[in-house]
């Protein structure tokens, strides 16, 4: 549905100017597209932006579409789908596979305690697991990122459930 014309997709005033408040913020730049859709993410309880509002930036930013869906398929932190309330990413780039065994060991631990396989969302909505390129956490290895923020040094099942109980 690239080819829609953005009003066929409103949004609520009280969106609109959330949204209008982010790229104000942004000078209205279409070349800070990453940092304004990170921003315009967070809106979201589900972590994602969803296609009306995609259309809605594309057209206050004076871009097509296809430049921000690009930007929500490329980067790992951005998504186009909803995600759960706090989406788990474990990083899988070359560097943290130097911690290769602790890595994967968290990784099954993590679809053992939450009953769900990579990309699965768990069944009340609050988590989803996802593999990510490289936060910049190889030292504090290993660790997840969640809503932006790093979780380090999960060397066993007792700090990963305290994680997991800490996310009300």
Do not use: W
């Not at 609520?12 to 982010?22: N, P, T, Y």
């Not at 509002?53 to 932190?77: M, Q, W």
Request: glycine content about 4%.
């Amino acid at each position: 549905m690239l080819t829609a014309q953005t009003k066929e997709y409103p949004l609520s005033a009280e969106l609109q100017a959330k949204i209008d408040l982010v790229l104000e913020s942004h000078d209205n730049d279409p070349t800070q597209i990453v940092g304004i859709l990170l921003e315009v993410q967070d809106l979201n309880e589900r972590h994602y932006v969803p296609e009306p509002t995609a259309y809605y930036l594309a057209d206050r930013l004076g871009i097509p579409v296809t430049n921000v869906f690009d930007c929500l398929s490329f980067y790992s932190e951005l998504s186009a789908t909803p995600r759960a309330k706090y989406p788990i990413q474990v990083c899988s780039s070359p560097a943290c596979r130097v911690n290769r065994i602790d890595t994967e060991r968290l990784l099954n631990t993590l679809q053992n305690l939450l009953d769900i396989k990579i990309g699965e969302i768990t069944y009340d909505g609050r988590f989803t697991l996802e593999r990510t390129t490289c936060y910049g956490a190889c030292d504090r290895a290993p660790s997840v990122r969640i809503n932006g923020h790093v979780y380090d040094h999960l060397d066993s099942i007792e700090k990963i459930e305290a994680l997991l109980r800490s996310l009300k």
